[in-house]
Nanobody, 122 residues
């Protein structure tokens, strides 16, 4: 069983930055790749960013490319999402998830965190 716990959400003004963290436990961290999704009010959950098969290559949604960066600290079993130049449309609940890359990228990972709210004011 995998446990994922997100933190770091909050309220920020447009143009500001936040860093989300996702601490993983329960199985070897290197088995699956990690990623981030988000769900805005009234919308479906969408892919944001993830590590690829190699564990070092990264993938981003077009809407966040150049503004968001996914990174990891293997020693801490933690993945981060650095979010810069935030926009009101980035407002959502952000979830981290883990599974093999094809399932993660398809939006059907087997393990999800509980989510953390990010609100960007205009």
């Amino acid at each position: 069983q995998v446990q994922l716990v997100e933190s770091g959400g909050g309220l920020v003004q447009a143009g500001g930055s936040l860093r989300l963290s996702c601490a993983a436990s329960g199985r070897p961290f290197s088995t699956y790749v990690m990623g981030w999704f988000r769900q805005a009010p009234g919308k479906e959950r969408e892919f944001v960013a993830a590590f690829g098969w190699s564990g070092t290559d990264t993938h981003y949604a077009d809407s966040v490319k150049g503004r968001f960066t996914i990174s990891r600290d293997n020693a801490k079993n933690t993945v981060y999402l650095q979010m810069n130049s935030l926009r009101p449309e980035d407002t959502a609940i952000y979830y981290c998830a883990t599974d093999v890359f094809p399932r993660l990228r398809a939006g059907v990972p087997g393990y999800w965190g509980q989510g953390t709210q990010v609100t960007v004011s205009s």
